[in-house]
């Protein structure tokens, strides 16, 4: 493999050079978009919802114990693990070590992989990864799981986590867990980055369109040096394979779990070598931006006078070819699409309004039965959480598992149908927490003026129904959206292979209608793309229109628009966050910082798993050595302490017969009380958020007469929560350094004796000597 270094560094030097060209090239034409949306542009319908702009941080999304698999000694060890509101796993060695701030053993961004729960599925995907080595029947597996409900990350290029627990309902509620990281690492660029997402985005879609890589693309996740990473590794593999596979040795097991590993080294010497060429085009473009910038406001009229006329001769070449092409093969299946679409998402978001209906209802009958201002202080912070709770939400993502493309998906090219659903369970996610931000908003603003708790009732039930007005129009508005986004990413890709043997050649004449001071900010095969996009656009548009119109997916008519209808109540956004807690607990005074810690510390997570300490938990005495190499003993305490409990058991026949006593020993206890709303002042990275659309129209300028706006044109935008760093900040820094950063991932932090090599199969470290923060 070190002989391969200076190869694949070259070849990845080769691929990022030829995408920081496009990307240049994108930047100046996403500047000119921005700063022509900002004179010229509306912001189209207004929502109802209020739009949470203090994101809820410094709480806990989930906590619990779970066994996870060791590749360097091939045992299996309990961990505590922690997810973060930025949705990053953190793994302790067990509760205590997270208690006592001490560093946790694994960092992992879950960004690019899959959520499985059967061995078989993972066996399935890992003899397809390297050709020609399939273990023989009988054989023993590449991993044993010493009970029937593993939760397995897999990832194409990095390496793997093997975890497993005691009950399916555990596993259930774990996996709900997982699939909420991956889906919110995956959307790893900010969308409120007006210039840098889009043309990244276009960048890398205009780099694969030369590769003639046309459709949607899975490993459009996580923040851009991931992105990129991924985009280098699909170009490396092959040939990797190629190299790598017939040297090879041993039995099929061991070929698989050598080749996981070198793959993996391979991913992160080429994020390395990505985040360093990235950054530092990214750093030119910004010192060029102002100069830039200047010229687009001075020259505004003069650049879309040029941009028109030459809209207007590409349109007069391609426009009726495309036309054809449409009414050929794409105008047709218009609406099979868009009905595979709105059903499953239709229900998703008519789930979302029985899940929030339904838990304000209880939280009301409960204050019923209850009494006092205290309970509605204890139910309202729970009902903060509640579009981050991944159990209370996972009966609204489920809604678009039933999504199928079935034949429509070759057709037009679609990979996979992944896209489009966690692209509408963001929506979901985000919808639900605007319609909880509105409620409590609402409800503050009139608990001053109630008399008691019948009062308290009644007002509770009035807004409820006032806010559900408002999100069955938000809703209808931002399910349209996506039915349009997700029309135009099926098929604008699609009709671009058709015409590029036909158009592609030709467009090289149009560039000499840019005058030479406007080439950076017009592109010959943006304007291209938007002719493209505008000989479709019409049919979609109308389709959308009529699905309107059918009563059982409930969107609201074009007429119908509610326009301004409450224009008080967006004021009332604009004021501090409220703190149920502070404001209205009844007591005397605010708590203390250290003890918000202490009582963050007994209260976890949003979802609160059983407070016992598991049997088979690693002694706490091991923690005094975080030095010493794994396996190891733990120490024998001088005068032994009955309540310590037994150190974790090294065999998979020991942690099933340890998990036989758990089991018959604890069944009943073992119920875990699901909570919501808890806050844990623990500082970590703030996440930023990404759309997860590839082909998606921007909020384009208001466009003249019948020329499309280049901001219009579909541009890629990764698989985000749109409510999702830096530097890892020294152990020193409190729990900012046990919270794994979107921003900075495969950074290893070793021993004091430097950095291991890139090259070196990497894993977690076990020893003790340092933390790995993994992909």
């Known amino acids: 493999l070190t002989r391969l270094c200076s190869p694949l560094a070259e070849k990845t030097g080769k691929v990022l050079g030829e995408f920081c060209r496009c990307y240049k090239e994108q930047y100046g034409v996403a500047l000119f978009n921005s700063v022509r949306y900002e004179i010229e542009g509306n912001g189209g319908p207004q929502a109802q919802l209020l739009h949470r702009k203090v994101p809820l941080e410094d709480h806990v999304i989930y906590s619990g114990n779970l066994f996870q698999y060791i590749e360097e000694n091939k045992k299996w060890r309990n961990r505590f ?78 390496r793997h986590y093997y975890f497993c627990v ?171 699409i868009l009905e595979a679409l709105m059903t499953p998402t239709s229900q998703g978001f008519a789930e979302v309004r029985e899940v929030f209906f339904k838990e304000v209802t209880d939280m009301n009958m409960n204050i019923v039965n209850e009494g006092g201002l205290e309970k509605l202080v204890e139910y309202m912070e729970k009902l903060s959480h509640l579009a981050f709770h991944p159990v ?114 030709e467009l090289a004449k149009f560039q000499e209608l840019i005058f030479e001071d406007f080439a950076s900010y017009i592109l010959v095969e943006n304007t291209y793309e938007e002719v493209v996009l505008q000989s479709v656009m019409k049919d979609i548009m109308q389709a959308v229109k009529e699905a309107a119109v059918q009563r059982k997916h409930n969107l609201y008519r074009d007429s119908m628009v509610l326009h ?82 037994p150190s974790s058991p090294d065999g998979v026949q020991e942690i099933q017969e340890a998990l036989a006593k758990e089991s018959l020993g604890d069944g009943m206890e073992a119920e875990e009380r699901l909570t919501n709303g808890t806050d844990a002042t623990r500082e970590s990275a703030d996440v930023p958020s990404r759309a997860s659309m590839q082909h998606t129209a921007p909020p384009s300028p208001k466009p003249r007469a019948d020329v499309p706006s280049e901001a219009a044109v579909p541009h890629a935008t990764p698989a985000a929560s749109p409510a999702p760093g830096a530097e890892t900040p020294s152990p020193s820094a409190g729990m900012a350094c046990h919270q794994p950063n979107d921003k900075e991932t495969g950074e290893e932090v070793t021993s004091p004796g430097g950095r291991c090599s890139p090259l070196q199969p990497t894993s977690t470290t076990e020893s003790g000597e340092g933390v790995q923060t993994e992909f």
């Open 166 to 336: 005691m009950t399916g309902k555990e596993q259930e509620k774990w996996r709900a867990v997982f699939q909420d990281c991956v889906r919110h690492c995956n959307n790893g660029i900010s969308e409120d980055s007006k210039v840098e997402a889009p043309a990244f985005t276009d960048a890398i879609r205009m780099y694969r369109q030369s590769k003639e890589q046309y459709g949607t693309w899975d490993m459009l996740c996580g923040n851009e040096t991931q992105v990129l990473s991924n985009l280098v590794m699909e170009e490396l593999l092959p040939e990797l394979r190629t190299t790598i596979g017939p040297r090879l040795k041993g039995k099929a097991q061991e070929r698989q779990r050598t080749w996981i590993q070198i793959s993996d080294a391979v991913y992160r010497m080429v994020y390395e070598q990505t985040k360093a060429q990235y950054d530092a085009v990214v750093a030119k473009c910004e010192q060029e931006r102002p100069q830039m910038e200047s010229t687009i406001r001075t020259d505004m009229d003069q650049i879309i006078t040029s941009k028109e006329h030459l809209a207007s001769k590409i349109r007069a070449f391609v426009l009726p070819k495309a036309e054809v092409c449409v009414r050929n093969h794409v105008q047709p299946y218009i609406s099979s």
């Open 564 to 645: 301004n209808s409450d224009p008080n109540l967006h004021l009332l956004g604009e004021g501090i966050p409220i703190d149920w807690g502070e404001e209205y607990s009844g007591q005397p005074e605010a708590e203390s910082a250290a003890e918000k810690r202490r009582r963050a510390k007994q209260v976890v997570s949003v979802i609160q798993d059983d407070e016992g300490v598991l049997s088979y938990e690693v002694g706490a005495e091991e923690l005094l050595q975080p030095g010493s190499p794994e396996p190891r003993e733990p120490k024998e305490p001088e005068e032994p302490d009955p309540a310590a409990p």
């Open 392 to 505: 209370k939400m996972q009966s609204c993502y489920e809604k678009m598992d039933q999504l199928k493309l079935e034949g429509l998906q070759q057709r037009f090219d679609v990979s996979s149908t992944s896209v489009f659903k966690q692209r509408a369970q963001i929506h979901m996610r985000q919808q639900m927490d605007d319609a909880v931000y509105t409620f409590e908003t609402l409800l503050h603003q009139e608990l001053g003026k109630l008399q008691g708790k019948e009062d308290l009732c009644k007002s509770i039930q009035r807004i409820l129904e006032r806010v559900l007005k408002k999100y069955d129009y938000d809703s209808s508005t931002v399910r349209k959206k996506f039915f349009r986004e997700a029309l135009l990413q099926i098929t604008i890709p699609f009709l671009l292979k058709k015409l590029a043997p036909t158009c592609k050649g």
């Open 81 to 158: 693990c922690v997810v973060p509101h930025n949705y990053g796993l953190v793994l302790y060695e067990n509760k205590l070590a997270y208690e006592r701030e001490l560093p946790p053993r694994v960092l992992i961004n879950s960004a690019g992989y899959k959520v499985l729960t059967s061995v078989d599925q993972y066996l399935e995907l890992v003899n397809s990864s390297l050709p020609g080595v399939t273990p023989k029947s009988g054989h023993s597996p590449i991993l044993k799981c010493p009970t029937d409900f593993p939760l397995i990350l897999w990832h194409p290029y990095a």
